[in-house]
């Protein structure tokens, strides 16, 4: 369980799709440029935030390959991690995901980490698509 699980309520069951959100509101959640309050959560805040969870997946699970998309290809402190190009947002914003709760059982991570780069690099396109 996350920090971010503790301080929300989801607006979702396991198993339920997440939204695909916009590529820029994502980007201002990860940067801290929207500020986000528990009485403001609605589905679309759930999804934003949901969604920049997947951002610190690939960064735990993959930081190597992360850091081929900051804007000096390094991966070596916070304020770098900040610094991430617009194909991570748009990645991560539209890849499809499915909702992991706590306690259920489910893929972890709920998206191919090798695919995301891909797709970051230009190289493949969702599955189906």
């Excluded at 934003?48 to 070596?76: E, H, N, S």
Aim: proline share 6%.
């Amino acid at each position: 369980m996350t920090d971010i699980d503790v301080v929300f309520e989801w607006d979702f069951n396991p198993g339920d799709p997440i939204p695909e959100v916009d590529p820029e509101e994502l980007k201002s959640v990860w940067t801290g440029a929207m500020r986000v309050s528990k009485e403001e959560t609605n589905r679309n805040t759930d999804a934003l935030m949901y969604r920049a969870k997947v951002i610190w997946i690939v960064w735990k699970m993959a930081p190597v390959k992360l850091a081929k998309f900051t804007k000096d290809g390094q991966l070596q402190n916070l304020q770098q991690l900040l610094d991430l190009q617009d194909c991570v947002f748009r990645t991560a914003a539209k890849i499809p995901l499915k909702f992991m709760a706590v306690g259920h059982e489910t893929q972890i991570p709920p998206f191919d980490v090798d695919e995301f780069v891909q797709i970051c690099g230009g190289n493949q396109t969702f599955r189906g698509q």
